[in-house]
């Protein structure tokens, strides 16, 4: 299937490649991003550094309530460095609306300065949420589409979790609608976290299905910025690379989760497909996965992984 899919683009690539090499482009990311077992215990650290004085933690319940999971570490990291936080567990998958002006609610009440979220693409986003309505107006319906933020967000760090959607690297927050049921984006540079932590020590007890269904979502991010008008040669060697690494690592991940190996890998491919659609952007995999999901509230790497065998 993967040679069938290289053959079948490679016209297209090398029609586009003269246009590639010779026109302009930008390449977004984080200004630090920690990689490898352990690097989560640097947030207190950077947090401080960064000027963070009182932390609003952004996850879901289920991830707060792990003993020495990836927020009690989260913490421990942070009651460390002397950086005082206070914890908004009101998180969903697939966030709503509901749950950023929630988030701000405890923000303003807990007098924050700051947001961290810990967890996968539901409290990335959710943070980038919280963050554009308490800076932006509360309104966020009226900020979907590129570049609309006029005003940065409060400082933002991204500790994630599963590999994964990328959101911890990018300038998309994907935020539920649900009255109606539809998914809509705000993308802008201004949401782009100012540090992302991925230590693959926090993915070993990911569930198998989480572990698919976000091996399956960065396995399609790695692919649609590969065959996007908008690709460079950056975004195609973090593409090729990314797919690489999935068709050997993913399947490994799912049977035996505390392959650290496997998981390592899974890491390296999401980091390197966040970056390059955060750069080179998606396409119609994406585009039918965000209404799908919001229509049925299902996982976005399952609708993702539907989509892309779709004929």
Request: net charge negative.
């Amino acid at each position: 299937m993967l040679f069938t899919m290289f053959h079948n683009v490679s016209a297209y690539k090398q029609s586009k490649e003269a246009i590639a090499m010779n026109r302009q482009f930008d390449f977004l990311m984080p200004s630090v991003n920690f990689f490898g077992p352990g690097v989560i215990e640097k947030i207190g650290d950077r947090a401080k550094m960064l000027g963070m004085h009182k932390v609003l933690v952004v996850t879901q319940d289920n991830l707060a309530a792990i003993d020495n999971g990836p927020v009690k570490q989260t913490l421990a990291s942070l009651e460390k460095a002397g950086v005082d936080y206070a914890v908004f567990t009101g998180v969903e998958p697939n966030p709503k609306i509901r749950n950023i002006k929630a988030g701000k609610k405890m923000y303003e009440d807990e007098g924050c300065d700051s947001i961290i979220t810990v967890g996968g693409g539901s409290a990335h986003d959710c943070g980038k949420g919280i963050g554009i309505i308490l800076t932006n107006g509360d309104d966020i319906t009226k900020l979907a589409g590129i570049e609309t933020l006029k005003n940065p967000l409060p400082p933002l760090m991204a500790v994630n979790t599963t590999a994964g959607t990328g959101s911890e690297l990018t300038r998309h927050a994907v935020i539920t609608n649900e009255k109606d049921h539809l998914k809509f984006v705000v993308v802008s540079w201004r949401n782009i976290p100012l540090v992302s932590f991925n230590d693959p020590m926090l993915m070993l007890d990911v569930p198998q299905s989480v572990t698919a269904a976000t091996g399956c979502d960065a396995f399609v991010q790695a692919i649609e910025p590969y065959v996007s008008v908008d690709h460079n040669p950056i975004t195609d060697s973090q593409c090729k690379e990314a797919i690489q690494l999935i068709q050997t690592a993913l399947p490994e991940a799912v049977a035996n989760g505390h392959n650290i190996e496997a998981r390592t890998k899974m890491v390296e491919a999401e980091m390197l497909a966040g970056m390059a659609f955060n750069n080179a952007n998606l396409g119609y995999v994406h585009a039918m996965a965000h209404q799908l999901g919001g229509q049925y509230d299902a996982p976005h790497g399952v609708c993702c992984a539907l989509l892309l065998t779709t004929r």
